[in-house]
């Protein structure tokens, strides 16, 4: 039996604003084992980013709010415990790499002395110690001449390394989770390639277990064990990546299937999923999908389907599902 590291149940975050309520995550759940990699995809806006935020408790507030839902880490409820408790586990036993390394690295600090605050928090390393342990990460991550490295500012290095920093700092107290929101952004094919081999190689050694964001369907097939799909703040699809990849159930993880480039066919043969994804603040009755949809039905347009088992995954779809108490959920 696999060993569950992270749970989550029924998440729903929302933004309260001068436009309306914002259900950014609604009634999200889903769980990740130990040396387990989920890849999160969707469009920009789907929940992706705030669901992470939210397992960190980062959302920002007033304006947001986590309003119901569980998040399971190692057995206790991270939604229960204090602000302190909730920074004794940040950065330390859940790290993450936020989706900007030219921003979210202070310019005023050197790389070492970012990576060896987190140690002397974290881990009560000396000043000397947490230097040298900072080195030993940049070494582990792949940068060359880490002894100097460790010295120089962010703007002195590529937008490579300090996605490498950003890794470092992140690995550095060996967290049992680690989130990469959009770990490659920005990044040439090149330099991206070596990111997602060093975190396939940082996992199968540490056994970290590994939530990956992204928009991108060629970075989950080549790291995550299972996908899962969002929409408009919803989970549609979750399940393996071959069979997911292979076989899409749901209409929209089939558009973004088919709307991937292919060189041996001809550019006007590209397919795009029709139409915008809604507004947050007016989502459309019913499925939140149906007015992109080409399956849509009439019961599509009122009832919201629910999530349920199918095959060898979880689909949110009414060509799978006949109506349940779960639908309208």
Known sequence: MEDTILEVKDLRTHFFTDEGVAAAVDGVSFSLSRGKTLGIVGESGCGKSVTSLSILRLVEEPAGKIIGGEI???????????????????????????????????????????IAEVLRLHQGLSKNDAIQKSIEMLRLVGIPLPERRVQEYPHQLSGGMRQRVMIAMALSCNPALLIADEPTTA???????????????????????????THDLGVVAEVADEVMIMYAGKVVEHGPVQAVFSNPLHPYTEGLMNSIPDITLDLEALETIEGLVPS????????????????????????????????????????YSPITEEAGK
């Open 72 to 114: 399971i880490f190692k057995d206790q409820d991270l939604l229960k415990l204090s602000e302190e408790e909730m920074r004794d586990i940040r950065g330390n036993e859940i790290s993450m790499i936020f989706q900007e390394p030219m921003t979210s690295l202070n310019p005023v600090f050197t790389v070492g002395d970012q």
């Open 187 to 213: 990044l040439d094919v090149t330099i991206q390639a070596q990111i997602l081999e060093l975190m396939k190689d940082l996992k199968d050694k540490l056994g970290t277990a590994i939530m990956m964001i």
């Open 280 to 319: 947050i603040y007016a989502m459309p009755k019913g499925c939140r999908f149906h007015p992109r949809c080409k399956y849509a039905m009439d019961i599509c347009k009122d009832t919201q389907p629910g999530l349920v088992s199918h095959e060898d995954r979880k689909v949110r779809c009414f060509r």
